[in-house]
């Protein structure tokens, strides 16, 4: 089931007109430029796969599905027309009717908070603390983490790998668990991953020497000042 809704959102339409181009369509939880990536082409855009997957799911069909309801933030004037757009696309491929269900901001973060109260369907993401395989998957995704709780999510295997990458001291032989772990994580479809956000700058042609990188989350220097650190030995 988890499949046929991960092949029936086509994500680079999403970015490019839903979203006026303000992200680039992901397959995967760890974005490019993060340790860890992937780069897999698991579950890209495909109606006739979308279509074969919830025909062979428990369900047989949109026919015998239960209401299935999208919860969204009605607080956010952008937030209708994107869960109607991507509901159409439920509709239009796989036959799936969606129930739109808005709620405020406040009652939305509450939800979320609690696992027997988390929406059925909704938008989620993750901005990371530090650029590092271990915030994005073992913080996340253990079967003892707060959010995969919330989700619903637990693979033994998953957590033996991170939790071995979290004690390894190699930084390669670390990375290549992580990347085994973040590939089981991609083949179990908790969710299916949708996109990453860009940030759009206008810079005058003058302004040289910054650095962007994929950690950035505003313009380069715009929150960091410089420090200096003395050290006593």
Not at 68 to 78: R, V
Request: glycine share 6%; charged share 25%.
């Amino acid at each position: 089931m988890r499949e046929a809704f991960a092949y029936a959102v086509d994500r680079k339409t999403y970015c490019e007109q839903i979203r006026n181009g303000d992200c680039t369509p992901t397959l995967e939880w760890i974005p490019p430029g993060i340790p860890g990536h992937i780069g897999t082409d698991t579950y890209g855009f495909d109606p006739a796969k979308a279509k074969q997957a919830l025909a062979e799911s428990k369900y047989g069909g949109p026919d015998k599905l239960p209401e299935i309801k999208l919860t969204f933030n009605s607080d956010d004037p952008a937030a209708r027309p994107r869960v109607e757009w991507i509901a159409g696309q439920y509709r239009d491929i796989l036959g799936v009717n969606i129930t739109l269900e808005p709620v405020d901001g406040k009652t939305l973060v509450a939800m979320r908070k609690d696992p027997s109260t988390y929406p059925q369907m909704t938008m989620a993401g993750w901005i990371q603390d530090y650029p590092d395989p271990q915030n994005w998957l073992s913080v996340y995704w253990k079967c003892d983490a707060t959010f995969a709780q919330r989700f619903g999510y637990c693979n033994k295997q998953f957590d033996e790998l991170v939790t071995k990458a979290d004690q390894e001291l190699d930084q390669q032989k670390r990375i290549d668990l992580y990347k085994q772990a973040h590939q089981i994580l991609i083949d179990d479809v908790p969710g299916p991953f949708l996109y990453n956000p860009l940030n759009i700058w206008l810079v005058k042609p003058s302004v040289t020497g910054y650095s962007p990188t994929p950690s950035d989350d505003a313009f380069p220097g715009e929150f960091a000042s410089l420090m200096t650190l003395d050290i006593k030995k």
